[in-house]
Structures are given as structure tokens and as C-alpha cells.
């Protein structure tokens, strides 16, 4: 049985990483046609989609150091949670400009608390880290992500949960294997639960390939800028239950005031990933 020494693990709060890359136009490209969003070929100086920071900076670990998972091996910035299962599940983005094609980006990560929790499934542990993504000296966006991290066994409910409500906005997007592959690649996301369907099936127990929880906020939030006719100022998002590449994902909006609620589910399936998205 997996036990935590939850006092060497929070030693890492307060642990910071700075890491830099630029937002090129072959990125942007890619990034627009991995999401299927509209646009021509990306000039300098253009606003970026948002979002595309999930793209940037990321980790380039040697590939001979990747765990069985395919994720880094545990340790460096991240502390080192001896449960064998890492989820994004959550968090939450305030943009205060945009980024552009050309920039030079600077990003500042920062461990901002390690918390252990019994829950249902078993023993979990919480990772926050904050982030700040900076041009110039000015920082473009804040951000917070939750991390979680559990035993293999620990997916498993004896209850079934009800099925989600039908929004007064809906679109319906093909979780296909291509489109997980290049959202995989595109964030430089070795995880295997995306892409090798023997491991995720054999290894892991789920059904299918596992649709990110990164690339259904980002779905979410590209939805909701289209509702309003623009991008929101603020972005919270949380992963309820994981959805599979052989359901097609149905994104749904309900007005809330001055913002929008949203969530993904599958037809006839529970809440998967729930949102705030809000313009004030």
C-alpha cells in the first residue's frame, strides 16, 4: 500500500522554474488547424489564439529518462508523488493582454502548495503551481494548475453518475485519434493514455485513448469566445470524469449573467469538464 511523506513533499513548496520559447507562426499554424479555428497564415505581430500558451516551454526531457508512462520521471520540479497516476484536473487562467506571434516568451512556475486527501478512490495527492507568462517584463496571463495524482485503482465508482444536461449551446467535436496525436504533440505530451491505445487499455483500464484535459478547456474556451464574440478575461475550468476518443465530445453553454457556464460530456454521458468563462 502507497503512503505519502506528505512533509517531504510539501518541502517542495515555494520551488520555482523559469523557462522561455517564442510564439513562432509555424506553431500558431499548426495549433489553428489541430483545433480546426479559422484564419489565414499567421503574420508577426498577429494576437495568438489563446490558450496556445498549454504549447509553450514545455518540458524536453531526454526520451531515454521518460517514465513507463511516458510522462518525466518524478522529482526536479515537480515533487515526487509516489502514485503511479498524474491528471490535469483543473484550473484556472485571468488574461491581462494577449500574446502575438513573435513574442518572447518568459514563464515563471511556482510550486504553490502539496496537499494529501483520502478520497473515495483511494489516496490522492494535490499539486498546485502557479504560473506567469511574461513579454517584455509585462505579464500577459496568470494561471493556476491542479494536479492530481493517485493509484491505478483508484477510477473506479460503484455509482452511476447521472447523465449531463443539454446546454442551450451545443456543438458536437470528433475526439479522433489524429486530433489527440497532434494536441500531443503540439504540447510536447508524451503521456501515453493519448496515444497508445494497447497501453491505455491494458496498463491504465480504460476503454479508449483519453481525451486531455488541457485540449477540452481549450475546445471550451475557443466555444465560448465564438458565443460572445470574444475571447473572456477569465477562465476556470475542473475535470469531473475522463471522456474517450471513441465518443464524439459534445461541448455545451448556458448563459450565467455575465458569463457563460460550460462543460463537456459525452451523448448521454456524465459532466466530464465543467467551466466559468467570464468577460467583467
Not at 24 to 44: E, S
Not at 105 to 128: D, P, W, Y
Not at 154 to 170: C, F, N
Not at 183 to 197: E, Q, V
Request: glycine letters at 10%; aromatic letters at 8%.
Amino acid at each position: 500500500m502507497t503512503t505519502l511523506d506528505i512533509d517531504h513533499l510539501r518541502s517542495w513548496i515555494g520551488r520555482e522554474e523559469v523557462a522561455e520559447d517564442i510564439v513562432t507562426a509555424d506553431l500558431v499554424r499548426k495549433f489553428k488547424a489541430t483545433l480546426d479555428l479559422p484564419g489565414g497564415p499567421p503574420q508577426v505581430g498577429e494576437v495568438a489564439p489563446r490558450l496556445l500558451h498549454f504549447c509553450l516551454a514545455q518540458p524536453a526531457s531526454p526520451t531515454a529518462s521518460l517514465g513507463p508512462d511516458g510522462h518525466p520521471q518524478r522529482g526536479g520540479f515537480l515533487p515526487p508523488v509516489p502514485l503511479p497516476r498524474r491528471m490535469w484536473a483543473g484550473g484556472s487562467v485571468t488574461f491581462h493582454g494577449d500574446l502575438r506571434v513573435g513574442d518572447s516568451v518568459r514563464r515563471v512556475s511556482r510550486i504553490g502548495n502539496v496537499v494529501a486527501k483520502e478520497g473515495r478512490s483511494g489516496l490522492l495527492c494535490f499539486v498546485t503551481v502557479d504560473h506567469s507568462i511574461e513579454v517584455a517584463g509585462l505579464s500577459l496571463l496568470q494561471e493556476r494548475q491542479d494536479l492530481v495524482y493517485r493509484g491505478l485503482d483508484g477510477g473506479a465508482t460503484k455509482t452511476v453518475p447521472a447523465p449531463a444536461e443539454r446546454g442551450r449551446h451545443r456543438r458536437r467535436v470528433d475526439a479522433s485519434p489524429p486530433l489527440l496525436f497532434r494536441y500531443s504533440a503540439l504540447t510536447f505530451n508524451g503521456h501515453r493514455i493519448h496515444y497508445d491505445r494497447r497501453y491505455v487499455t491494458e496498463v491504465e483500464g480504460y476503454p479508449g485513448l483519453v481525451v486531455h484535459g488541457p485540449l477540452q478547456a481549450t475546445l471550451l474556451l475557443h466555444f465560448a469566445a465564438e458565443i460572445r464574440g470574444a475571447p473572456p478575461a477569465r477562465f476556470d475550468f475542473r475535470s469531473l470524469s475522463p471522456l474517450f476518443d471513441d465518443d464524439p465530445v459534445i461541448l455545451h453553454a448556458e448563459e450565467t449573467g455575465d458569463g457563460l457556464t460550460l462543460w463537456t460530456a459525452r451523448e448521454n454521458g456524465p459532466v466530464a469538464m465543467t467551466a466559468e468563462a467570464g468577460w467583467a
